[in-house]
């Protein structure tokens, strides 16, 4: 079955940097944009950027711009997100997600159909 | 930059609808879709382009999507339906998701 499986929680300084790394199965690994999501503590989900499997391409949320870089290794099926120079706001659960991107359809259509069971960030001195 | 706005909370009674509505500029001229997150868990999809249920997902789920409302509902609303629920758009190359909805069924 399809699956994401992600690295497991990270604690870590503020000003360091982590990364979380996300292995998918059960399907064609460069079919399928990989996205990241967070949500901090009792907060609401947040989007960080994707990553093009395929091309290698990526893009971020204007909030991540210079301080989150996502990448993939397609001879492992695996996709990276870093996120540097933390602080404490950053604490929260990190998920990836597949994305489906359709463009023969009435609008562009993008959308979220797998998610990893998340990894957990903590940022703390 | 696009936002999707939704409010807090909304309760149901069990065997009642459940509306959950998401506000954006003109969001009948996107698709909206719908993810439900129970306590502990990772989101899962209940509603793409609008009004399409994902394989697995009960018929008691439907979208609608028009002018600047996208609106979830929950037919014969169930225990188990007690959740957030967010709504989310793509828009200028980016994803949107809405502020969450708790779902409380008493």
């Known amino acids: 079955q399809v699956q994401l499986v992600q690295s497991g929680a990270e604690v870590k300084k503020p000003g360091a940097s982590v990364k979380v790394s996300c292995k998918a199965s059960g399907y064609t690994f460069t079919n399928y944009d990989i996205n990241w999501v967070r949500q901090a503590t009792g907060q609401g989900l947040e989007w960080m950027g994707w990553?093009?499997?395929?091309?290698?391409?990526?893009g971020y949320a204007q909030k991540f711009q210079g301080r989150v870089t996502v990448t993939r290794s397609t001879s492992m099926s695996t996709a990276y997100m870093e996120l540097s120079s933390l602080r404490s706001e950053d604490s929260a659960v990190y998920y990836c997600?597949?994305?489906?991107?359709?463009?023969?359809?009435?609008?562009?259509?993008?959308?979220?159909?797998?998610w990893g069971k998340g990894t957990t960030v903590t940022v703390s001195s | 930059s696009y936002e999707l706005t939704q409010a807090p909370s909304v309760s149901v009674s069990p065997g009642q609808t459940a509306s959950i509505t998401c506000f954006g500029d003109?969001?009948?001229?996107?698709?909206a879709y719908w993810y439900q997150q129970k306590p502990g868990q990772s989101p899962v999809l209940v509603i793409y382009?609008?009004?399409k249920r994902p394989s697995g997902m009960p018929e008691r789920f439907s979208g609608s999507n028009s002018g600047n409302t996208a609106t979830l509902t929950i037919s014969g609303t169930q225990a188990m339906d007690e959740a957030d629920y967010y709504c989310q758009a793509w828009d200028s190359s980016t994803v949107i998701f809405g502020g969450g909805t708790k779902l409380t069924v008493l």
């Open positions: 990553v093009n499997p395929n091309s290698g391409n990526s």
């Open positions: 382009e609008d009004s």
């Open positions: 997600t597949r994305a489906i991107a359709a463009s023969g359809t009435a609008y562009y259509s993008y959308y979220m159909d797998v």
């Open positions: 003109k969001l009948g001229d996107k698709y």
